[in-house]
Antibody, heavy 120, light 110 residues
Framework: EVQLVESGGGLVQPGGSLRLSCEAAGLTFSNHWMTWIRQAPGKGLEWVSNIKRDGSEKYYGDSVKGRFTISRDNAQNSLYLQMNSLRAEDTAVYYC?????????????WGQGTLVTVSS | NFMLTQPHSVSESPGETVTISCTRSSGDIANNYVQWYRQRPGSSPTTVIYEDTQRPSGVPDRFSGSIDRSSNSASLTISGLKTEDEADYYCQSYADNNWMFGGGTKLTVL
């Protein structure tokens, strides 16, 4: 059974940094693109970032470009999101998800999410 | 970048059929697949439709997806509504490495 478990969320002051982790089990992690998606309290889903299987390609949403960095360690079956220059509007539950390809792409497994609160 | 617009909420009675629309603001809806995700309160999203019309295993055939190029929109139809279908539903698509969600539709089954 595929399991994705996020960690690293918490309370951080505006302008601060935080690093999220997502540990994967039950899948060949290195075979899959991975994604971070977030959801502000009471709001909808927002794509944050994708990373290719070997980490050679990374893509970001406009709202986080230049501040967030996605990375992975395939040996540790882990995905990361380094978040710098955090703002109040970054407050959200952050999900990691596996991106799979059939004839197109979609996310088939999601973690339970980790809450990031940016506040003074 | 394009936007995906959904109705904020819909409601229908058990046993009835409901359709949720998702309109793409620019670019052809048929150029990139549309997915639909269901999110129950307090839970992570799960896929109910992928690649416009495909159902993952375990999703009942009461759920169906379609696209309409004339209105540049996608639709999720749920027939034989059950109270367990009550949730938020999000459409999603992508283009040029930009991955977009609709704003979500709250389905109430009353």
């Amino acid at each position: 059974e595929v399991q994705l478990v996020e960690s690293g969320g918490g309370l951080v002051q505006p302008g601060g940094s935080l690093r999220l982790s997502c540990e994967a089990a039950g899948l060949t992690f290195s075979n899959h693109w991975m994604t971070w998606i977030r959801q502000a309290p009471g709001k909808g889903l927002e794509w944050v970032s994708n990373i290719k299987r070997d980490g050679s390609e990374k893509y970001y949403g406009d709202s986080v470009k230049g501040r967030f960095t996605i990375s992975r360690d395939n040996a540790q079956n882990s995905l990361y999101l380094q978040m710098n220059s955090l703002r109040a509007e970054d407050t959200a539950v952050y999900y990691c998800a596996r991106l799979i390809y059939n004839n197109g792409y979609h996310w088939d497994y999601w973690g339970q999410g980790t809450l990031v609160t940016v506040s003074s | 970048n394009f936007m995906l617009t959904q109705p904020h909420s819909v409601s229908e009675s058990p046993g009835e059929t409901v359709t949720i629309s998702c309109t793409r603001s620019s670019g052809d809806i048929a150029n990139n697949y549309v997915q639909w995700y269901r999110q129950r309160p307090g839970s992570s999203p799960t896929t109910v439709i992928y690649e416009d019309t495909q159902r993952p295993s375990g999703v009942p055939d009461r759920f169906s997806g379609s696209i309409d190029r004339s209105s540049n929109s996608a639709s999720l139809t749920i027939s034989g509504l059950k109270t367990e279908d009550e949730a938020d539903y999000y459409c999603q698509s992508y283009a040029d490495n930009n991955w977009m969600f609709g704003g979500g539709t709250k389905l109430t089954v009353l």
